[in-house]
């Protein structure tokens, strides 16, 4: 990303009033922290042993959010269902993509998700894309989003240097990502069925 398109969006962001959303310098986009989309305080307490090896791509299969506004309140619904519906101790993804091109703080880079089953959750990372990906592709600005964090997550530790991407349907029995993100995960340099 750009210096001036990072700034663009940093000031878009406290228009917005979403001020506090983290950045590192190093490699970071704007990360959208729990406190700005009014996350349900977490029940989580199961660390990842850093840095993992595995990334795990999905979509949620509802609905898409193409603004700020709109991507806090399907953060929140997505939690919402996982955390009172599910009984899980929080939303199950690590992060959150947005079609505004934002990354939302999930659990984060230190606690394990609950987003793919029992054998993978210990040893990646969940990354989910807001939306349902089978018809159609992501916007740009939201695959920039994503790669952006995988460099980030290796720049603090978080993921190994030689990480692998894997779409949720190649570690579980599902459709997710979709058939449209399927497609462009697997054109990923760091991508392994």
């Known amino acids: 990303m750009s210096r001036f398109c990072v700034l663009l969006a940093w000031a878009f962001l406290v228009h917005l009033g979403l001020e506090e959303a983290q950045q590192d310098q190093s490699c970071c986009g704007p990360i959208v922290p729990r406190r700005e989309w009014k996350a349900l305080a977490s029940e989580c307490s199961q660390k990842l042993d850093l840095p993992v090896r595995y990334v795990v791509v999905s979509h949620t299969a509802g609905s898409s959010c193409d603004t700020p506004a709109l991507c806090i309140q399907q953060a929140q619904n997505v939690q919402h269902y996982h955390s009172r519906t599910l009984g899980f101790c929080d939303v199950g993804y690590n992060f959150l993509i947005g079609e505004?091109?934002?990354?939302?703080?999930?659990?984060?880079?230190?606690?394990?998700?609950?987003?793919?089953?029992?054998?993978?959750?210990?040893?990646?990372?969940?990354?989910?894309?807001?939306?349902?990906?089978?018809?159609?592709?992501?916007?740009?600005?939201?695959?920039?989003?994503?790669?952006?964090?995988?460099?980030?997550?290796?720049?603090?530790?978080?993921?190994?240097?030689?990480?692998?991407?894997?779409?949720?349907?190649?570690?579980?029995?599902?459709?997710?990502?979709?058939?449209?993100?399927?497609?462009?995960?697997?054109?990923?340099?760091?991508?392994?069925?």
């Open 100 to 193: 505004d091109g934002l990354v939302y703080e999930g659990r984060g880079w230190n606690f394990k998700g609950d987003h793919t089953g029992r054998f993978w959750n210990p040893m990646s990372i969940g990354i989910t894309f807001m939306g349902n990906y089978m018809e159609r592709s992501p916007p740009p600005r939201a695959l920039r989003a994503a790669k952006s964090l995988l460099a980030c997550g290796v720049a603090q530790g978080a993921l190994s240097p030689n990480y692998e991407v894997k779409g949720h349907r190649d570690v579980q029995k599902t459709l997710s990502p979709g058939d449209q993100l399927y497609e462009i995960i697997r054109t990923w340099p760091d991508y392994h069925e």
